[in-house]
């Protein structure tokens, strides 16, 4: 008989569709949206991009801002990610409509997190 595993969430990893919806805090507590999606490169497997929903009203109206991953950390204490970000920084980040999906292509990546202060390491 073997023991019954949760394979939605272990000490180490998450399955996406428990990540998807995560409430998303700036450092002093303050609710900025939620983790829409993430973006994961096709041969590497690694997430590049967060795609937080912000702003609008249930859901209406709200942009789509990519956040590199590394911004992102897991805060237990409000059960959601935190970023370092403050929401005037994130109002003039780099962002798209529901109707006006970027390419995520490389010269996206490079104006992404160079908006941010990182490398573009894909």
């Known amino acids: 008989m073997t023991a019954d595993i949760a394979t939605d969430e272990t ?25 829409y999606n993430f973006m994961v490169d096709k041969e590497s497997g690694k997430v590049e991009y967060a795609v937080l929903q912000f702003g609008g009203f249930l859901g209406l109206g709200s942009d789509y801002y990519p956040l590199p991953w590394d911004v992102l950390t897991y805060d237990v204490s409000v059960g959601g990610y935190a970023v370092g970000l403050d929401k005037a920084v ?8 529901a ?4 390419a995520f292509d490389r010269d996206y990546g490079r104006q992404v997190y160079g908006y941010y202060g990182m490398n573009y390491p894909f």
């Open 90 to 97: 994130l109002e003039k980040a780099p962002r798209y409509a």
């Open 99 to 102: 109707s006006e999906e970027p």
């Open 11 to 35: 000490q180490r990893l998450i399955a996406s569709n428990k990540v998807e919806g995560t409430a998303v805090y700036n450092r002093e507590g303050e609710k900025l949206g939620s983790i």
